[in-house]
């Protein structure tokens, strides 16, 4: 190599490492919207209209294999806040207002860890990890909390700002308007220094609701209707970024919780809501770091919501927690030095009970609930039966999870059958007795299996 060509090819390499690292700690915004499928946006081929998400996406990165840690609410939050599976941090199953606990006192949350590197912090929206005062987002490393602490489904409905209730019964049709305008002042606030707005927006989980301004407008119904407000939000946090001059100092993701619930759409995947098929935990992800992320970029890389962590905390020099992470630092997908990042298989669980395992395209089911989402417990109750025989899909070539290709694949049956047992060892003991009961709780041999064997020559 001649001189000049090795001097181009440093020049090359420090202007890539210029790009990934920032010159100072990035602003974060967080937008989760909860029960939004795979494909209820219009960048993901929905035919709702939603052109800020569609804007966000083509100046930047959007993924088409991001996971959440479960197909439901409280469980994927925790995860996302923590970077740790639900089952260790206290929260394997969705919180009820009645409930006296929520996620672990004895975990680091982002905004902890955020708040000790001096940023401000707002959480905006739903919170639903624990009602107490204690387990509110203000004893969570926030500064500031407005929003209804669990579901707009539950009762009381209340809004809160921080630990007050200001109003008994939220107005669900100005909910997303009153999010967005706290999200705007919080941003004129906080400009001069660094921060973290974690935005949980209330819909589209049922019951649904839109202001007039849009309700009646989309071509599909009031679920349209409602996801088009969402985008309008987003649309209303960038311009206020972008009025501060803020734009090339944040970082914006966006996501959902898990799939869609009675409504919306998971696109081409299998399963919904409460399920752990691709469809109740495959999500939209979409990031935007203008000057640091390469724009119109799409990234097949496997990524879970445990992630956000990790990457974020790299990319804003805090210090991680004592405890160990089970999300990675997916910085190199974001930014797209790399197509994809080995990891451990990303475990499923409802509640206690180990549902399935993806390791990078292949997605093992070892067991499965004796009942449908919706359908009521049948006689003598609602248990998780390990299956007759494990089922394999190749998410490559069969993403809607039809097929089982487990027989003519049996050592990587072999090799994540493996992988599962020896991480369920440094589980709580709660999942860890779940496991041995269910490995001893084998279905009917006669029981019809979940999918058709793959067919010969596909």
């Not at 630990?163 to 706290?182: F, G, K």
Request: include cysteine; glycine fraction near 8%.
């Amino acid at each position: 190599m001649t001189r000049r060509k090795l001097l181009a090819s440093a020049a090359a390499a420090a202007g890539s490492r210029l790009l990934a690292a920032p010159a100072r700690s990035p602003n974060i915004v967080f937008i989760l919207c909860d029960d939004l499928g795979f494909g209820d946006l219009g960048v993901y081929g929905s035919r709702i209209r939603t052109p800020n998400f569609d804007r966000l996406a083509s100046e930047g990165v959007r993924f088409t294999n991001f996971c959440s840690a479960d197909p439901v609410c409280s469980p994927s939050r925790a995860a996302l806040l923590t970077g740790r599976y639900p089952t260790r941090v206290g929260v394997p199953r969705v919180l009820f207002p009645q409930d006296a606990d929520g996620l672990s006192l004895d975990e680091t949350t982002l905004a902890d860890i955020l708040k000790a590197r001096g940023y401000s912090t707002m959480c905006i929206g739903k919170w639903h990890l624990g009602r107490p005062r204690r387990y509110l987002p203000t004893s969570r490393g926030f500064d500031e909390y407005f929003g209804i602490p669990y579901s707009n489904d539950m009762t009381p409905r209340v809004l809160m700002h921080n630990t007050d209730v200001i109003e008994p019964a939220a107005d669900l049709t100005s909910l997303t308007a009153r999010y967005t305008d706290q999200a705007r002042k919080f941003i004129d606030r906080a400009k001069g220094s660094p921060f973290f707005l974690y935005m949980p927006h209330t819909f589209p989980h049922i019951p649904l609701a839109a202001s007039a301004r849009f309700r009646g407008k989309s071509v599909e119904g009031l679920y349209g209707d409602v996801v088009e407000e969402i985008d309008w939000s987003l649309g209303e946090v960038v311009a206020a970024l972008e009025r501060n001059g803020l734009e090339q100092d944040t970082l914006i993701m966006c996501s959902s919780d898990n799939g869609p619930w009675y409504q919306g759409s998971p696109g081409k995947l299998r399963g919904r809501k409460n399920t752990t098929y691709e469809g109740g935990v495959r999500e939209p992800f979409i990031a935007r770091w203008k000057g640091r992320i390469p724009g119109g970029r799409v990234s097949d890389g496997l990524a879970s919501m445990m992630d956000i962590f990790p990457t974020v905390a790299r990319l804003c020099g805090a210090r991680l927690p004592a405890k160990p992470l089970d999300g990675i630092d997916i910085w190199p997908l974001i930014h797209g030095d790399r197509q994809s990042i080995e990891r451990a298989p990303l475990l499923y669980f409802d509640n206690w009970d180990l549902q399935c395992a993806r390791w990078m395209n292949w997605k093992l089911h070892i067991a499965r609930h004796n009942t449908a989402a919706y359908a009521p417990a049948p006689p003598g109750g609602r248990f998780s039966y390990l299956l007759p025989k494990p089922e394999l899909y190749n998410l490559a070539s069969d993403p809607d999870e039809s097929y089982d290709v487990a027989p003519e694949n049996a050592p990587i049956v072999a090799r994540i059958e493996s992988r599962i047992a020896t991480m369920i060892e440094g589980f709580p003991e709660p999942v860890r007795k779940a496991y041995a009961e269910q490995q001893a709780r084998k279905a009917d041999p006669d029981t019809p299996a979940g999918a058709y064997p793959k067919p010969a020559g596909r």
